[in-house]
């Protein structure tokens, strides 16, 4: 993924696109984000990037000619871009959108919201609308940190196990399902026997087992969404059969 970022915040991604995941794919050419400061495209010598609104009420508005500005000299190569506005009005981000945004040919320009709103006349800039959730955050930074991280971990060769990213809850559309490491007993906790069995078959089964119960339990809207195979509706109705009991 290629992508410029528009901020007044810029220091915010540092540190995020600095470790990690990240910061390997960013090395290996995979990823490709450059942070501008909405502040350096503004015209005066205070570097105002935002106004009190038309028609009066609380807080400011981000000023449109700024970004306008900025989004001209990012087009000046001609390529193609995606601009995303990251605000908490836009369609809910989820992993189908972050499966086509790391397919996606164009450059994109996340622009990050501020204050009260933005310039409604900004939007005639925006080709999509993106929130991260029904809740208000300070500003879209953490949203388009969210999406980037999100959309690399499904470029290929981004995660050192190709397998992760495959077993990865989402790609099943279901919860993960419990995971554990040594020791093989902790505190009187003990690791369910089947994990060391050995037996690769039982155990799939098992973790597919432990994802629809979860999934049930905290997100049944997920298995509403979902085609269920014959085996996942005999193991929902072997949950249903043992609700109650033990795992
Ligand atoms: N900016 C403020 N809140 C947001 C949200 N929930 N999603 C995306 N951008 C935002």
Redesign the pocket.
Same mark, same amino acid.
């Given at each position: 993924m290629k992508c410029d970022v528009l901020t007044i915040f810029p220091e915010i991604f540092t540190s995020y696109l600095n470790e990690s995941i990240i910061k390997r794919a960013r090395a290996k050419g995979l990823l490709d984000v450059a942070v501008h400061n909405i502040r350096d495209f503004s015209s005066d010598a205070h570097r105002t990037v935002d106004d009190s609104p038309f028609g009066g009420g609380a807080g400011m508005v981000f000023k449109p000619e700024p970004i306008f500005r900025a989004i001209d000299f990012l087009k000046e190569d001609g390529g193609p871009r995606k601009v995303v506005l990251?605000?908490?009005q =836009?369609r809910p981000f989820d992993q189908s959108i972050a499966e086509d945004y790391s397919k996606e040919e164009k450059r994109f320009v996340f622009i990050c919201?501020r204050y009260e709103g933005i310039d409604e006349r900004v939007k005639t800039l925006v080709d999509e609308e993106?929130?991260?959730?029904d809740?208000?955050?300070t =500003?879209?930074e953490l949203?388009a940190l969210v999406v980037i991280d999100a959309v690399t971990r499904l470029i290929p060769g981004a995660l050192g196990d190709e397998r992760s990213v495959e077993d990865e809850s989402f790609s099943w559309g279901l919860l993960d399902y419990p995971h554990y490491t040594r020791p093989r007993e902790f505190r009187g906790l003990h690791v369910p026997r089947v994990l060391v069995s050995g037996d690769h078959r039982e155990i799939e089964r098992w973790r597919r087992k432990q994802a629809l119960r979860k999934t049930m339990e905290v997100r049944p809207d997920l298995i509403a969404r979902m085609k269920l195979s014959g085996e996942d509706m005999k193991i929902l109705s072997e949950i249903e059969a043992s609700s109650g009991e033990d795992p």
């Amino acid at each position: 993924m290629k992508c410029d970022v528009l901020t007044i915040f810029p220091e915010i991604f540092t540190s995020y696109l600095n470790e990690s995941i990240i910061k390997r794919a960013r090395a290996k050419g995979l990823l490709d984000v450059a942070v501008h400061n909405i502040r350096d495209f503004s015209s005066d010598a205070h570097r105002t990037v935002d106004d009190s609104p038309f028609g009066g009420g609380a807080g400011m508005v981000f000023k449109p000619e700024p970004i306008f500005r900025a989004i001209d000299f990012l087009k000046e190569d001609g390529g193609p871009r995606k601009v995303v506005l990251l605000s908490p009005q =836009g369609r809910p981000f989820d992993q189908s959108i972050a499966e086509d945004y790391s397919k996606e040919e164009k450059r994109f320009v996340f622009i990050c919201g501020r204050y009260e709103g933005i310039d409604e006349r900004v939007k005639t800039l925006v080709d999509e609308e993106i929130s991260i959730g029904d809740y208000v955050l300070t =500003g879209g930074e953490l949203a388009a940190l969210v999406v980037i991280d999100a959309v690399t971990r499904l470029i290929p060769g981004a995660l050192g196990d190709e397998r992760s990213v495959e077993d990865e809850s989402f790609s099943w559309g279901l919860l993960d399902y419990p995971h554990y490491t040594r020791p093989r007993e902790f505190r009187g906790l003990h690791v369910p026997r089947v994990l060391v069995s050995g037996d690769h078959r039982e155990i799939e089964r098992w973790r597919r087992k432990q994802a629809l119960r979860k999934t049930m339990e905290v997100r049944p809207d997920l298995i509403a969404r979902m085609k269920l195979s014959g085996e996942d509706m005999k193991i929902l109705s072997e949950i249903e059969a043992s609700s109650g009991e033990d795992p």
